[in-house]
């Protein structure tokens, strides 16, 4: 069994900082692409933000150059530094990793169970 377990979400004003982590854990042989995705009510669920397992990185563009990923893949986790918040930066953040599971047989998409931010005006 593989699990994406979330953590650091929470209420914060507009123009603060939050960070959210997320840990992989189970039998991983090997974790390739990471990463943030996040859901508004009423909308679909948007790419933020993913990195490769040898640090390429790629944002949607409403959040370059204020938020970065990060991952310590000696710890299976991926980070997600998010500065200059602003209210439509509200909503549901998910993590998402594809994962190669021990022993190795496929690969396959796992999903956290999301994280709620709120940023308020």
């Known amino acids: 069994q593989v699990q994406l377990v979330e953590s650091g979400g929470g209420l914060v004003q507009a123009g603060g900082s939050l960070r959210v982590s997320c840990a992989a854990s189970g039998r991983i042989f090997r974790i390739d692409k990471m990463g943030w995705y996040r859901q508004a009510p009423g909308k679909q669920r948007e790419l933020v933000a993913t990195?490769?397992?040898?640090?390429?990185?790629n944002y949607t563009d409403s959040v370059k150059g204020r938020f970065t990923i990060s991952r310590d893949n000696a710890r299976s986790t991926v980070y997600l530094q998010m500065n200059g918040l602003k209210p439509e930066d509200t909503a549901v953040y998910y993590c998402?990793?594809?994962?190669?599971?021990?022993?190795?047989?496929?690969?396959?998409?796992?999903w956290g169970q999301g994280t709620q931010v709120t940023v308020s005006s």
């Open positions: 990195i490769t397992s040898s640090g390429s990185t």
């Open positions: 998402n990793a594809v994962i190669l599971k021990a022993p190795p047989i496929k690969w396959e998409n796992y």
